[in-house]
T-cell receptor, first 114, second 116 residues
Framework: GAVVSQHPSWVICKSGTSVKIECRSLDFQATTMFWYRQFPKQSLMLMAT?????????EQGVEKDKFLINHASLTLSTLTVTSAHPEDSSFYIC??????????FGQGTRLTVV | AQTVTQSQPEMSVQEAETVTLSCTYD???????LFWYKQPPSRQMILVIRQEAYKQQNATENRFSVNFQKAAKSFSLKISDSQLGDTAMYFC?????????????FGKGTKLSVIP
């Protein structure tokens, strides 16, 4: 199957700082990538859809100024959590859409804000 | 809008036995993909099996097979010869297969426990 790499897999940061998470499709071009947040024992909650070369589309209730998404190339999308606070602590996971076969997921990033 | 429903929040199965996880969906589209993803405690989302809606033949991957009933909008996952490593959350998912940035729609998941 297709490979999607997400980095870092685990990060701790101080409250008020920013954290950048990268999502790379290693062996295919992904015009569309998705960013999810997952709370414990729950399903994935879509935060935003990232299209290469254009602005991301955010889901209702997701602060676009807090969760900055950049999709600068066909293989890389980044999510930056700005001015992070403890309530932003969560598991963030990206997926990249491969047109002919569906969506593949990164390993996820566990963010802890202290 | 598409919806995916998994009616079994939790299930358990004895090791080496067979278990079936249910999934129903609702869509007005005719061309789409359906997936089963496995999320073990590591939280990595692992693709278990994929089904194209235009294919009548049910997909199989080793011990995993699906029963795809397009008219009934049902997509169940059968796990044969269950192993301890199958213990995980299982998510059923849907995505439109046309061009465009259509999102993956997930069910709420079924927590499967394989009992030794």
């Amino acid at each position: 199957g297709a490979v999607v790499s997400q980095h870092p897999s685990w990060v701790i940061c101080k409250s008020g700082t920013s954290v950048k998470i990268e999502c790379r499709s290693l062996d295919f071009q992904a015009t569309t990538m998705f960013w999810y947040r997952q709370f414990p024992k729950q399903s994935l909650m879509l935060m935003a859809t990232s299209n290469e070369g254009s602005k991301a589309t955010y889901e209702q209730g997701v602060e676009k100024d807090k969760f900055l998404i950049n999709h600068a190339s066909l293989t890389l999308s980044t999510l930056t959590v700005t001015s992070a606070h403890p309530e932003d602590s969560s598991f963030y996971i990206c997926s990249a859409r491969r047109q002919d076969t569906g969506a593949f997921f990164g390993q996820g990033t566990r963010l802890t804000v202290v | 809008a598409q919806t995916v429903t998994q009616s079994q929040p939790e299930m358990s199965v004895q090791e080496a036995e067979t278990v079936t996880l249910s999934c129903t969906y609702d869509t007005s589209e005719s061309n789409y993909y359906l997936f089963w993803y496995k999320q073990p405690p590591s939280r990595q989302m692992i693709l278990v099996i994929r089904q194209e809606a235009y294919k009548q033949q049910n997909a199989t991957e080793n011990r995993f097979s699906v029963n795809f009933q397009k008219a009934a909008k049902s997509f169940s996952l059968k796990i044969s010869d269950s192993q301890l490593g199958d213990t995980a959350m299982y998510f059923c998912a849907f995505i439109y297969s046309g061009a465009g940035s259509y999102q993956l729609t997930f069910g709420k998941g079924t927590k499967l426990s394989v009992i030794p």
